[in-house]
């Protein structure tokens, strides 16, 4: 009998998530009041952005706080036209990081 590893490789990806230049998360949107959580992010967002996954897991207004004022407001069609559609999120923007550059 196989193992769920063997039949679903990629179920678990965290061997791999520390190896990518990138900041990976998941994220949960209520449907009702809007509200927003990331249960799930890397490491790598202190590397990009000052601050840590655990600040940006308990508020992710941490994350929309960053994006550049002039951004917010297409970064936050692009994240709802993404849920919509059940499509990745596939956005550039201008970002702060938490001491401002």
Do not use: C, W
């Not at 601050?51 to 508020?59: C, G, M, P």
């Amino acid at each position: 009998m196989m193992d769920d590893v063997a039949v679903h490789p990629y179920r678990d990806l965290s061997y791999i998530v520390p190896l990518l230049p990138a900041m990976v998360y998941t994220t949960i949107v209520n449907h009702e009041t809007g509200a927003q959580s990331f249960p799930y992010v890397s490491d790598y967002v202190e590397k990009m952005f000052q601050i840590t996954a655990k600040d940006l897991e308990a508020d992710p207004e941490n994350f929309t706080n960053l994006v550049h004022k002039d951004d917010v407001e297409n970064f936050t069609k692009s994240v709802l036209d993404s849920m919509q559609n059940l499509t990745p999120l596939d956005h550039q923007m201008r970002m702060h990081t938490k001491y401002g550059s």
